[in-house]
Each structure stands twice: as structure tokens, then as C-alpha cells.
Nanobody, 122 residues
């Protein structure tokens, strides 16, 4: 059974940093998404299963960085210069094992974590 587990959320002040972690049972193409109250789930960043292909939403480019440690099957999302608009529940997701490249599309991910809350206060 595929398990995807996020950790690292919390409360941080505007301009601060947080690092989220996502542990999976094996290497997958992985994505981070977020959902704020009353809004649809949106793409944040994604990383290929192997190699270094990464995608970012325009709203986080230059502030967030996604990386992975394949030896540990962990994907990280380093979030810097956080803004109040970044407040949301952040979800990690994995594509089916056959995919190397990630995706920006919610429906192209099959396995989801439970989510971790990130709150940015001014």
C-alpha cells in the first residue's frame, strides 16, 4: 500500500521560513499542493521521480524550493519569505509508479497525504 506522509507545518510570521517534508514508501514523481479555506486545491511545486525536473507555481517561484532525497524517499519543500497568502493546508501527492515526470494537475496524482497546516501571521 502506498503511503504518503507530510510533516513540518506550523505557525510562522510574515517573511519567515518553514520546511515541509513528505515521506513515501518508494520513489515517485511527487507534487505539493495547497488549499486555503473556501478555495480550490492549487499546485505549488513538483519534482520528478528521478533526475532534477522541477515545476513551480508562479506565485512561489523564487521563494519556494523543492528537493528530494531518494535514499530516504523524502521530498522537501523549503518555503522562504512567507506571506499571509501562503496560509493553507499543504498536501503532498504521488503519481502512479510508472511516471517519471511530475505534473501540475491535481487529478494526475493518485496518492495523497493527510495534509499539514501552514499559517503565516502578520
Amino acid at each position: 500500500q502506498v503511503r504518503v506522509v507530510e510533516s513540518g507545518g506550523g505557525l510562522v510570521q510574515t517573511g519567515g521560513s518553514l520546511r515541509l517534508s513528505c515521506a513515501a514508501s518508494r520513489p515517485y514523481a511527487m507534487g505539493w499542493f495547497r488549499q486555503a479555506p473556501g478555495k480550490e486545491r492549487e499546485f505549488v511545486a513538483a519534482h520528478s521521480r528521478s533526475g532534477d525536473t522541477t515545476y513551480y507555481a508562479d506565485s512561489v517561484k523564487g521563494r519556494f524550493s523543492i528537493s528530494r532525497d531518494n535514499a530516504k524517499n523524502i521530498v522537501y519543500l523549503q518555503m522562504n519569505s512567507l506571506e499571509s497568502e501562503d496560509t493553507a493546508v499543504y498536501y503532498c501527492a504521488a503519481r502512479l509508479p510508472g511516471y517519471v515526470l511530475p505534473s501540475r494537475i491535481v487529478d494526475e496524482y493518485n496518492y495523497w497525504g493527510q495534509g499539514t497546516q501552514v499559517t503565516v501571521s502578520s
